[in-house]
């Protein structure tokens, strides 16, 4: 059991350097100011989606509004799972 990796304190902070964690700590605070009506996953999701993304890549999906379109493999939306659980 003692090889099965842990994960730490900072959600998803594996391969971050201290510097990284410290400046994901401040930034993700300043975005929970500016946000705080999204939950805070979510912000941390960004942030670490921005840091590990390359800057040319980040910039094409925000000039192309790749952002703003429906996902290519939309969810299904309704209240009923194919094979779900049954209760009689």
């Avoid at 999204?38 to 960004?46: E, H, Q, R, T």
Wanted: glycine share 6%.
């Amino acid at each position: 059991m003692d090889d099965i990796p842990r994960q730490n304190l900072s959600l998803n902070s594996e391969g971050l350097t201290n510097a990284q964690l410290a400046r994901r700590r401040t930034e993700v605070a300043l975005l929970k100011e500016r946000y705080p009506g999204l939950p805070d996953a979510w912000l941390d999701m960004v942030w670490n989606f921005v840091e590990r993304t390359p800057p040319e890549t980040v910039e094409r999906i925000i000039n192309n509004g790749e952002w703003e379109k429906p996902p290519s493999k939309p969810h299904e939306t309704g209240g009923v799972v194919k094979n779900g659980i049954q209760v009689d």
